[in-house]
């Protein structure tokens, strides 16, 4: 039995982070059985996401509008660096954090050939005037490590406060899936680097 678009969809589900041929299928055949205005709206949800979301022209977080809401409300003498928007997601969730945002959109990795010139460490280095400390809250791996200290070691001789968060987060682990009450701990319990 040819089944070229069951096939087709299926393929397209299984490029999803976390999704194996099972779920992949699991996902197409629930397609199937939906009701036609529901995939309609769910296909017009993907294409709306995909051409009104862009990235903060200052942060870099995702938003609709040219900057996100954060940056046009929040005390932007405190920046907290990100790996990814949805760290963002995960810090906001605490509700303690008051400051605004940078989003490097990767770490340092040259294992995966990520270098410098890759993420957005310029345009952090550009939004620094007035700012009185940076927090680094990178993911507690190598590649975060090794991110860190090559911030801190550009940002602390210009007479700004850096401090990372507390490894209340354990090591290997991702911001995003971290609870709050230990996002809450590791952020409040940040130390100068």
Known sequence: MKMDSL???AACFKRLPGVGQKSAMRYAY???DT????????AQALLDVKHNIKLC???GNYTEDSLCEICTCRDKSTICVVKAPRDIIALEKMGDYKGVYHCLHGTIDFQKGISVDDI??????????????IIIALDADISGEMTSAYLAGLIKPLGIKVSRIAHGIPMGSEIEYTDEMTLQKALRDRKDL
Request: with cysteine; hydrophobic share 40%.
């Open 120 to 133: 957005r460490v310029k345009e952090l280095l550009g939004r620094l005037d007035g700012v009185e400390e």
């Open 7 to 9: 096939e087709a969809l």
């Open 30 to 32: 629930s397609i199937i």
């Open 35 to 42: 009701d036609g205005d529901k995939v309609e709206a769910f």
């Open 57 to 59: 022209k200052v942060c």
